[in-house]
Nanobody, 124 residues
Framework: QVQLVESGGGLVETGGSLRLSCVASGRTFSRYVMAWFRQAPGKEREFVAAIRWSGGSTFYADSVKGRFTISRDSAKNTVYLEMNSLKTEDTAVYYC?????????????????WGQGTQVTVSS
């Protein structure tokens, strides 16, 4: 049973930084793609970033490219999302997702496993 547990959300001012963590357990994740999605009130869940566990290739939504960095620590089975230069429009619940896949999906339907989410609020 795959389990994903996010942490690190909170309240930050515009221009600030946060680092989200997602601890993964229950499987060997070497063949997995790990991703971060976010969902703002009244909006659909949207892709933020993804990383192939093996090799570490990364992919980003245009809206966060250059500001956010996804990474993983294999020893800790943890995926991180470093968020810098935060904007009010980054306010959302951020979800960690995982799936055993070669393809990088940018839609939520491509992921079988989800965490419970962590709230990020950016104030102006």
């Amino acid at each position: 049973q795959v389990q994903l547990v996010e942490s690190g959300g909170g309240l930050v001012e515009t221009g600030g930084s946060l680092r989200l963590s997602c601890v993964a357990s229950g499987r060997t994740f070497s063949r997995y793609v790990m991703a971060w999605f976010r969902q703002a009130p009244g909006k659909e869940r949207e892709f933020v970033a993804a990383i192939r566990w093996s090799g570490g290739s990364t992919f980003y939504a245009d809206s966060v490219k250059g500001r956010f960095t996804i990474s993983r620590d294999s020893a800790k089975n943890t995926v991180y999302l470093e968020m810098n230069s935060l904007k009010t429009e980054d306010t959302a619940v951020y979800y960690c997702a995982a799936d055993q896949s070669i393809v990088i999906f940018r839609t939520q339907g491509g992921y079988s496993y989800w965490g419970q989410g962590t709230q990020v609020t950016v104030s102006s």
